[in-house]
């Protein structure tokens, strides 16, 4: 054997081909260990569902107990609360004309009952003795009398047109209001007299009160329909009607009802 291969060192195995590599390995396997240990004394997001559910129940049964069994949500009652809307939208949307309507006015046993409102229909089957045949208000069944609900003069008013309903909100001087008080009608008289300009922006003024004074008594009368407010209604399509129906209507005068009702101006 020669000198050479006599003292030749063996080859050493080498411990690291990438020592840098080796390392974010172990680091990487040590954060999945704590956050295997952090998540296990943890809740789930299985466990906060559960708890969460539990709160609401719990809240339902108590309003339950507290309302007499009236509520299950301490009296709150927004449309997706209610087990008939839910029921309407799985349902086709009713669309019919102001005749077709009439027939739905309670004095056919094997069709609902229902009435308009601005063109809105509202499905009333649940409460017969009222809007039926013999019912209090069985003159809103089968027809759309938005006007009535405002002027309170049913038997004249009741149709859709809402032309100039406003005028039952516009004020009139305490000198030509029936039963206005002396007092409001000295103040009256005293008052300085306004300009033409004056006079115009007034009115516009007092007209978009009455316009929002409209709207909002529609929109009561909406709410109590749609079940907001607790009664067992719900709103099941629109009237169909072809365009310009209203202007082929002729224009009413305001029912004398709610002329006597219109407020006195006030002066201060």
Partial sequence: MSSAARYRKPATPSTSINP??????????????????????????????????????????????????ESMTWGYNAWWTRAREWKTLLQREVSITDAQLAA?????????????????????????????????????????AARAFLTGCFQEDAVPDLRGV?????????????????????????RKPLSAGERKNRHAQELRSARKQVKEGLESWHKLFRGDKGKPYRRVGEVKREEGWLEKMPKRTLCEQAEKGRPARKYD
């Avoid at 998540?39 to 809240?59: F, H, K, Y």
């Avoid at 069709?111 to 499905?123: C, R, S, V």
């Avoid at 000198?175 to 008289?189: F, M, N, V």
């Fill in 166 to 190: 406003e005028q039952m909100f516009l004020p009139v001087d305490p000198e030509l209001k029936e039963g206005a008080s002396p007092e409001d009608i000295e103040k009256a008289k005293a």
């Fill in 20 to 69: 840098v590599g080796e390392q974010e390995k172990a680091e990487l396997k040590d954060a999945v260990k704590e956050q295997a240990v952090k998540t296990s004394n943890g809740l789930s997001v299985l466990d906060v569902l559960r708890i969460i559910g539990g709160m609401l129940l719990l809240s339902s049964g108590l309003s339950y107990l507290s309302t007499s069994g």
């Fill in 104 to 144: 739905y006015d309670g004095t056919d046993p094997t069709l609902p009952i229902y009435l308009a409102l601005n063109g809105t229909i509202y499905d009333v089957s649940s409460a017969p003795s009222t809007y039926g045949p013999g019912g209090s208000y069985h003159f809103f069944a089968g027809r759309d």
